[in-house]
């Protein structure tokens, strides 16, 4: 069996789907690896890295034609995809529920579309498959240097011969995967951090990583009564619940000199937490990143993605972009392991076995011979 890596297309995107030293267990599985010709330039993997670890380093059309696998982060752009022939597998990050035609164009061309993103995350088998976990690690650490870096102060409580310096008020909104690596990271360069979600189970999670946990205190106060919803993720508030919220909010947010944010709910528009007013309220100097934000919103009244915007009352308000594509070495890495691990489970004796009677493969493989066969992604189309 063939594994092709491609070239990203994204604009902007620096990460590879494949790094060497993962390379070189594909290859001693006894995989053949095709590499496009400066595939892992942007994360600083040369391509004479990937010979030296048993790949071939080939050209575009070369790659399509031979690879039996694509291996990618994101879906490829509509020129690259239209080189996919029918029974090649296309493997990535694919995001098939906002472009449920683009999966139905694979499907008709016979290709096989697997997206990493529809992993059932909660089985345990599948954790070391889980691409949404090691790249929202990630964003999670990159969001606070992001934020350090655009803030004035310290992060740290410094003690020198010119004073003292009191350590930033670092609040997180949202304590899922991307919270916690936020958390973990502020609290080592010495910030004092707060940490807030409405599943309850959050709450030892955040102490645990030695931040402490902000208390809305009860449904009648803006705390949520069982925030929690299906598969370990978070219900959708109702808007009486999203406001009482805000408000509640709005109150810390007024105290911290950096607030990052990460709430999402599965399959919504990202809750608004942070209202234009709330900025409004931060003190001059401090800054908010939004790692929730998206062309329909984020949590964050004011905040789009790849935008940076500073406020009339000098607060820095920073919408994410792809912030993993910014640490292009690091999740290249993690990534290709997962990338790994999934071709683990679906390669036998050196053949690629579709079944979708499988867990795993029921929720990653989205098109298989001529049809969308996941069922959400198929629900969009009739
Ligand atoms: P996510 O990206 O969907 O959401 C991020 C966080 O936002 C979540 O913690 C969610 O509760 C929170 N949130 C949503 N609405 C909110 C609101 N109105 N106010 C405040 N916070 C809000 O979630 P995720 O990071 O992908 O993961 C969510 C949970 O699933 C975590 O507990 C994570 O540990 C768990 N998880 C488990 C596994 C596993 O068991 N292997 C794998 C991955 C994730």
């Known amino acids: 069996l063939t594994v092709g890596v491609a070239m990203e297309t994204a604009p902007g995107e620096r990460r ?170 502020a609290h080592r360069l010495g910030a004092v951090v707060r940490g807030y979600d409405v599943r309850p189970e959050a709450r030892g999670e955040v102490t645990s990583l030695g931040a402490s946990f902000l208390d809305l205190g009860g449904p009648d106060l803006g705390g949520v009564a069982g925030g929690a919803g299906q598969g370990g993720y978070a219900r959708a508030l109702t808007a009486e619940e999203l406001a009482g919220q805000q408000e509640a909010l709005a109150a810390a947010v007024a105290r911290h000199d950096v607030v990052i944010t990460t709430a999402q709910v599965p399959g919504r528009r990202p809750p608004l937490l942070v209202t234009e007013e709330a900025v409004k309220t931060m003190r001059p100097g401090s800054v908010v990143v939004d790692l929730a934000a998206s062309p329909l919103g984020g949590n964050v009244e004011i905040s789009a993605p790849d935008e940076t915007v500073v406020t009339a009352g000098g607060v820095t308000v920073i919408g994410a972009g792809n912030l993993p594509a910014l640490m292009p070495a690091a999740a290249s890495a993690a990534y290709a392991r997962n990338v790994a691990a999934l071709l683990g489970h679906l390669v036998h004796d050196g053949a690629l076995t579709i079944d979708t009677a499988d867990e795993i493969q029921a929720g990653v493989v989205i098109t298989h011979a001529g049809r969308v066969v996941h069922p959400a992604t198929a629900a969009l189309l009739t």
């Open 16 to 185: 590879v789907a494949m790094v060497p030293q993962v390379v070189g267990r594909l290859v001693g599985s006894g995989l053949d690896v095709l590499v496009e010709t400066g595939a892992g330039r942007g994360a600083w993997f040369p391509d004479g890295a990937y010979a030296e670890a048993g790949a071939t380093v080939v050209a575009r059309l070369d790659l399509f034609a031979r690879a039996d696998v694509v291996v990618s982060v994101s879906l490829p752009d509509p020129r690259t995809r239209a080189l996919l022939r029918g029974g090649q597998t296309l493997v990535g990050l694919l995001a098939p529920l906002p472009r449920p035609q683009v999966m139905a164009q694979l499907a008709e061309a016979g290709v096989t579309a697997v997206s990493l993103d529809g992993l059932p995350r909660t089985l345990s088998r599948a954790q070391s498959m889980d691409a949404l976990t090691s790249q929202a690690n990630v964003a999670g650490y990159k969001a606070v240097l992001v934020a350090a870096d655009a803030y004035p102060r310290y992060f740290p409580l410094l003690m020198t011969a010119a004073g003292t310096a009191r350590p930033a008020e670092v609040l997180v909104l949202g304590a899922g995967v991307a919270g916690l690596a936020a958390i973990g990271t």
